[in-house]
């Protein structure tokens, strides 16, 4: 089946220590997204590709990074984790454009920060 | 950034009763789409309605749209104990693809 995939699912760092998240997808969607989400808030948009584009939103601290190699992967680089960074990280692929596309979730990494 | 803004925050209905949840945005938008959250998953999108329908069905959903309000509906007949999630809505606005996640209601269906 077609899929967005996330590794790992769990994920424990250090305070401060360099961490990487992937994401990849068989849908060949043009579009790979990175959100945040926090217990009980909305899912907060990091930044996303548009094919080779990197879109990154404006309140996104310089701390978070993202690659995209393919079309098939996509990761997070969190440069220096701190404790306000512990939480969930969902990836999201959609078509792409002002069509009203959905987006497609994987099931996210748990992000905890000691 | 955050558009929509969901009430309530929480709800616990009975199995079998109705559970409905509100949302209402900011600007003007192209479509309105709804997702599902179970705890600790990612989310699963429900249904969409763009911005020129009303009211839309899919299986035991309804979804409304009030456009001169900015005020979107759903609505959840005949509810189940799998039923149990976080909701969110969703907008994407007029200019641009993105999509603006409200805070979500978290709906609790009892056995």
């Known amino acids: 089946d077609a899929m967005v995939i996330q590794n790992p699912r769990y994920q424990v760092t250090q305070f401060g220590k360099p961490v990487t998240l992937s994401c990849s997808q068989t849908l060949n969607h043009n579009v790979m997204y990175w959100y945040q989400q926090k217990s009980s808030q909305a899912p907060k948009l990091l930044f996303h590709y548009y094919d080779k584009d990197f879109n990154n939103e404006a309140d996104t601290p310089d701390n978070f990074q993202s690659r995209r190699p393919n079309t098939s992967f996509c990761f997070l680089d969190i440069r220096s984790p701190g404790l306000g960074d512990a939480a969930m990280y969902l990836c999201?692929?959609?078509?792409?454009?002002?069509?009203?596309?959905?987006?497609?979730f994987g099931p996210g990494t748990r992000l905890t920060v000691t | 950034s955050q558009q929509g803004e969901e009430d309530p925050q929480a709800l616990s209905i009975q199995e079998g009763e109705n559970a409905t949840m509100n949302c209402s945005y900011k600007?003007?938008?192209?479509?309105l789409q709804w997702y599902r959250q179970n705890s600790g998953r990612g989310l699963v999108h429900l249904i969409l309605i763009r911005s020129n329908e009303r009211e839309k069905h899919s299986g035991r959903l309804r979804v409304t749209l009030d456009t001169s309000k900015k005020s979107s509906s759903l609505l959840i007949t005949a509810s189940r104990a799998a039923d149990t999630a976080s909701y969110f809505c969703?907008?994407?606005?007029?200019?641009?693809?993105?999509?603006?996640f409200g805070a979500g209601t978290t709906v609790t269906v009892r056995a």
């Open positions: 999201a692929t959609s078509v792409g454009g002002t069509g009203g596309y959905e987006q497609y």
């Open positions: 969703a907008t994407e606005s007029s200019n641009d693809y993105k999509l603006s």
């Open positions: 600007t003007s938008i192209n479509n």
